[in-house]
């Protein structure tokens, strides 16, 4: 009896520490007189259905926004700050980006070396890095795969004519996600997928596993937010599936072309080039060193994960708008037309750069559907704000809701509809520059955006030069956004008509 009776009071004493613990962790914006969500225990302003997207939890805190430039918000019992004023977002992003240049997020290179890619890392490891891949992702060299991606588009065009066969109402999130993963494969990797013929592709059924949503990875992701305890447990982020596939397949690559001096003018030949050569810090004139075969194997892994997904996201709800604005469909069309003429009916790097119209519904689409829907980043000092006697203390989360920031109708009235004339560069040029943050922005912003840009404006040429879209009965209208997964994504799939012209 003593020891049950012991037992229930070392359980009321463990259970009454955890509660005055969480209770002072959740005072901490009030105590600051900080706007915030109130939280509940455990998970503070996440939910078991918002933990894999916290869209709809941005939104709230976003509402509560004040004279303060950001409000408290709460992710498990850690305090973060989520930025609402424009000039506030700037300055993190861009003017004292040396105190916010990591995001904080999880890495395991030894028990999982894909986890060690230029999207994760910060620090050193981080500018080293960035240094080393920012010449593989200039303009000249987007020039040099251009060819490359016109070819994919030209065998999924035909491909894509071969299935309207059967039926024109077709999942095109399905059809694009193939297209682009056989474009990164190929540049990526020099693997020729074709993933639309072949649907059980080795490439395409790993780019299903890597956003398959789970319980499991669920919980994973909460364990991430804290990661002192994900590195105590040794967490992997990509399962031992995933990372011997992508291991083997960058191996073989290797050593294919060095053995028989293959070169492609690809990703995978300027990441060999980091892997035999140094390159060299031009401000500090020193040499910063060779990629080993894991760090080639990360980089390409997050090359692939990046450029499939974001891309044939865009692709997809440009298509989605497409199809419901005929008039802005029919207006794209018929520049997309006239620039092939002008260029002889071929489709060429500068004719892509003469659709101007094209450019803008990219951009709207990218506006009105952000693939990632927030930026992180984390305080490296204590940061006096602007304006303010708040302190942000050091190794505070900082979060950017884009989504929110380009809904807000301060920036672009109307924010639901769809108008690729927001884009025309000097309505752009007058608004604030950190209201579209879609490539995130400042010296950490997407370094492959050229690629994202130039994939998605390849291959909604290639389909709206030669199909039309329609809604059919099955197309979400009004869209309804998947709870899982972190990229912003339809509940299920993308159904359309598609027409051949």
Request: glycine fraction near 6%; charged fraction near 25%; proline fraction near 5%.
């Amino acid at each position: 009896m003593e020891i049950a009776t012991s037992a229930i009071w070392l359980v009321v004493t463990i259970l009454g520490i955890v509660y005055f613990y969480f209770k002072r962790k959740f005072s901490y914006w009030k105590d600051r007189g900080v706007a915030y969500l109130e939280p509940t225990f455990p998970l503070g302003n996440l939910s078991r259905n918002s933990i894999g997207n916290l869209r709809e939890v941005f939104g709230k805190l976003y509402n509560l926004r004040g004279e303060c430039p950001f409000v408290g918000g709460f992710f498990l019992f850690k305090p973060v700050v989520v930025a609402t004023d424009l000039d506030f977002v700037k300055d993190v992003l861009v003017k004292d980006f040396n105190n916010f240049h990591g995001r904080g997020i999880y890495v395991n290179e030894k028990d999982d070396p894909l986890s060690g890619h230029l999207f994760s890392l910060d620090g050193p490891k981080w500018r080293s890095l960035r240094m080393k891949l920012s010449p593989t992702f200039t303009s000249g060299k987007m020039k040099f795969m251009f060819p490359t991606i016109v070819d994919v588009s030209e065998q999924f065009n035909q491909s894509l004519g071969e299935m309207l066969h059967d039926n024109s109402e077709i999942d095109v999130k399905e059809i694009l996600s193939c297209f682009t993963t056989d474009v990164i494969g190929t540049c990526a990797f020099g693997v020729e997928c074709n993933s639309l013929k072949d649907p059980n592709a080795v490439f395409r059924e790993y780019g299903r596993k890597i956003f398959q949503p789970s319980k499991l990875r669920a919980l994973t992701v909460v364990l991430f937010r804290i990661p002192k305890l994900a590195a105590a447990l040794r967490l992997s982020i990509f399962s031992k599936e995933i990372t011997n596939f992508f291991l083997g397949i960058v191996n073989q690559t290797i050593e294919h072309r060095e053995k028989n001096n293959i070169k492609r003018n690809d990703f995978m030949d300027l990441l060999i080039g980091l892997k035999n050569n140094d390159t060299l810090d031009e401000e500090k004139k020193v040499k910063l060193g060779k990629l080993t075969l894991e760090q080639v194997a990360a980089q390409a892994f997050v090359f692939f994960v990046a450029g499939f997904e974001t891309s044939s996201t865009t692709m997809m709800f440009a298509l989605y708008e497409l199809a419901l604005n005929r008039d802005i469909q029919e207006k794209l069309r018929s520049e997309i037309n006239t620039v092939y003429e002008k260029h002889g009916g071929q489709l060429t790097y500068e004719a892509i750069k003469d659709m101007v119209y094209l450019d803008q519904v990219i951009n709207e689409t990218l506006r009105k559907y952000p693939p990632v829907t927030s930026l992180q980043r984390i305080a490296q000092d204590n940061y006096k704000v602007a304006n303010t006697k708040l302190v942000i203390e050091k190794g505070t989360t900082v979060m950017i809701p884009a989504y929110q920031i380009q809904h807000d109708e301060r920036y672009y009235p109307n924010p639901e509809k769809f108008d690729p004339d927001r884009f025309q560069p000097e309505v752009w040029k007058a608004r604030h520059p950190m209201t579209f943050l879609s490539f995130g922005d400042g010296p950490r912003n997407c370094i492959g955006l050229r690629f994202g840009r130039m994939q998605s404006r390849v291959g909604l040429a290639m389909l709206l030069k030669n199909y039309r879209f329609e809604p059919s009965a099955k197309t979400p209208i009004p869209m309804k956004f998947a709870q899982r997964g972190g990229i912003l994504a339809p509940v299920d799939g993308m159904h359309l008509k598609v027409i051949k012209i």
